[in-house]
């Protein structure tokens, strides 16, 4: 073999090594999963995430593999957990794309419609549609509840908290939460069956995340029965709604809609599907507001400074009022520091943890492939407590949200973002606003159990329902 052989042979040999090393590392890198552990086969690392916690479990993970993904299997899903703010944009600008919104196996048991052998393209997205369309939630319908939020809130602190010198305000929270709910998106003011509905409400809330156990005494298995009662009393509303209807009465309730609304094919929705994605809403809504309002009345309580600035802000609007004047869009707009108050009550106690997406197709984000059919979860958490975004983080401090240091963006997300952001949002703030205005300007308040635990997995609640000691202005 001559020189000019050897050298080429050399060249040849060496490119294939060379070859064979880019091809490996590049298809390493295309299947290389997200750190993390998928726990135990079967359960995975349900019961760490459910049970120690959902925050803790994710701000451990974030120290122990990546701030900004990693794997885990949770409720029998092998999962990404994306997080911090780049995690938050990438999710919210790659819905429907990327991925798809995902009901844990539990909730689509829970919730007939949401199975997934519906034809419809997605049940939770049938309700988006709904409820985001005619524009029930939106400030101009908003507008024309408000009045009637003012007085129903009026009226429940009178019949519940005058008099009395002793309270617990999660019980009332929710009781008034549902109260409104049923008003504005069932058109009805039964009080004895919005107390049916409260007990119900609170099965199926804690069984949405609960592991499919269903016997006797299981979470899962109370939910299960809550949402059977729960659909029974919505046919019965439905049935009365459509007498009414055909009675020429007029309404204007989402029920309402729900009834009338036809499909491509000119088919209405069956009685047991609009049940169903009433449910869903009122489940959505529910929980979310009365948790807010309690931790409001948690960390305003221990704040008397606080207390006093929204007492001031209050006063200024009543000030500007006639006597007995309502609530109206404007007074909501003057309502600044007490929405930062809100704000801050919602950064330290997301009353939402998070929620899932299914994959849709390969993606690979921070270096790390996700295959499709895992799920990927999301969680307002992984930023709210991080001092790189909020200076001081345990402080409860509304002053940063102030124009010139409002938080960075994707940092603060209690509504999640992009196309699925809380449709419910604008509601909330005008229900816990309407709430807060009344209250301040009625009673101070003390906490009699300052110390009281916060249990609950996916939405914390205080153990013993927040007792607070009332004093009447
Ligand atoms: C303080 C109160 C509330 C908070 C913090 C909150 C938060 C959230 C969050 C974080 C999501 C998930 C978005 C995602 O998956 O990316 C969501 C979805 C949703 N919320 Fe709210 N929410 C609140 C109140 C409400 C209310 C009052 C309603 C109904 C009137 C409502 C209806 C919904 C619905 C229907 C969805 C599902 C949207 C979808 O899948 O596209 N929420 N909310």
Known sequence: MDAFDLSTLVFVIFSLILTAIVYKRRSSNKTKLPPGSFGWPVIGETIDFLFSNPEKFVSNRMKKYSPDIFKTKIMGEKTAVICGPNGHK???????????????????RIFQSYQSNSPSPSPSQSTRVIIRQPGFLKPEALTRYLGEMDLITQELLKSHWEGRNEI????????????????????????????KLVNYFDDITLGLHAMILNFRGTAFYRANKAAIAVRRELIGVIKEKKEEMANGVKMQDILCY?????????????ENEIADKIMGLLVAGYSTVATTI?????????????????????KEIVAAKKPGEVLTWED?????????????????????QGTFRQVLTDFTYAGYSIPKGWKVYWTASSTNKNPAYFQNPEQFDPSRYE?????????????????????????????????????????????????????????????KGLPIRLHQH
């Open 258 to 270: 729900m009834i009338v609304v036809t499909d491509s094919k000119g088919k209405f929705m069956p």
């Open 294 to 314: 309690t931790f409001l009345m948690k960390y305003v309580g221990q704040r008397s400074d606080i207390y006093e600035n929204i007492l001031i802000e209050q």
């Open 90 to 108: 990438f999710l919210f600008s790659n819905e429907e794309k990327l991925f798809t919104s995902f009901r844990t196996h539990s909730m689509q």
């Open 168 to 195: 617990k305000t999660y019980p009332f929270a929710k009781f008034l939460t549902l109260t409104l709910a049923c008003r504005f998106f069932l058109g009805t003011n039964n009080t004895d069956r919005i107390t």
């Open 403 to 463: 124009k010139r240091d409002e938080p960075t963006p994707y940092t603060y997300v209690p509504f999640g973002g992009g196309p699925r952001m809380c449709p419910g949002k604008e509601y909330a703030r005008l229900a816990i606003l309407t709430f807060l205005h009344n209250v301040v300007l009625k009673y101070k308040w003390e906490l009699l159990a300052p110390d009281e635990k916060v249990v609950g997995d996916m939405m914390p609640t205080p153990e």
């Open 332 to 352: 909501m707009l003057k309502m600044k520091y007490s929405w930062n108050v809100i704000c801050e009550t919602m950064r330290l106690t997301p009353p939402l």
